[in-house]
């Protein structure tokens, strides 16, 4: 297992990426880290929610499904969604950064040995010629909004903490049969604190563009039913 490294059109020009879903590309998973970057996309058919990683910082996350391992978005070897979560559709592609002091810029790295590259099938990374193709161009793009949200999220969570937006909430769902499931450890955005916010508090989060932000955060949550439904289908066998 070599890991991620530079990408460039010598040593990677034959190499692919197969683009089809599936749990063997890692896609079988219940949620996702995502970015404020994709929030406004995203609130419109997903539930982010916020949760602490094991240091105790804040992330963002979307609902995927209730149960581990299980991507309620997955049918199949397509995913059912307008809108894929940017992490859940870079493939193989990182971006890797200088190390501390040293002078660069970020760039994009691939894995060799992630599961959706191929030699035979799949799209192609580089135009015959050593050009870049329009979907090495996609990647990019979904590289970018990553990179600029990771290093945004810290302000963010900083403006919703300093402005008390920040509650505890467990989802308690109910699946049409009568089945019942808790998504615990969550955290979103207080309605109640965030109507009582003074003119001066929603001009500061307006002009750190954190606003809307912390509207499509809280908005988001009418998006449970709607997995709880496709939960039910999925395992009823309709449509």
Known sequence: MSGPVLLNNVDHADLKVVLDRGARYGDAVNQAPVFATEFEALQREYAIVFRRDPA????????????????????????????????????PF???????????????????????VSREHGAEIFKPHGGNSAY??????????????SQAEGAM????????????????????????????????????????LDGAALADLNARDMLRLAIWVRSSLGNVPALAERKLRRDVGTP
């Open 94 to 116: 990182s971006i890797g950064t200088p190390a501390p002091g040293e002078a660069g810029e970020p760039m994009i790295h691939i894995d060799p040995d992630h599961p959706r």
């Open 136 to 149: 090495l161009d996609s990647v990019a793009e979904v590289l970018q909004r990553i990179y600029i949200g």
């Open 56 to 91: 105790g910082v804040f992330r963002a996350t979307v609902l995927l499904g209730f149960e581990s391992g299980e991507n309620l978005y997955l049918d199949g070897d397509r995913w059912d969604a307008r809108t894929i979560p940017a992490v859940m559709s870079r493939g």
């Open 157 to 196: 969570f900083a403006a919703f903490a300093t402005h008390g937006l920040i509650e505890p909430v467990t989802l308690e769902v109910e699946i049409g049969d009568g089945r019942r499931y808790t998504v615990p450890d969550c955290h979103t955005i207080s309605l109640e604190r965030l109507a009582a």
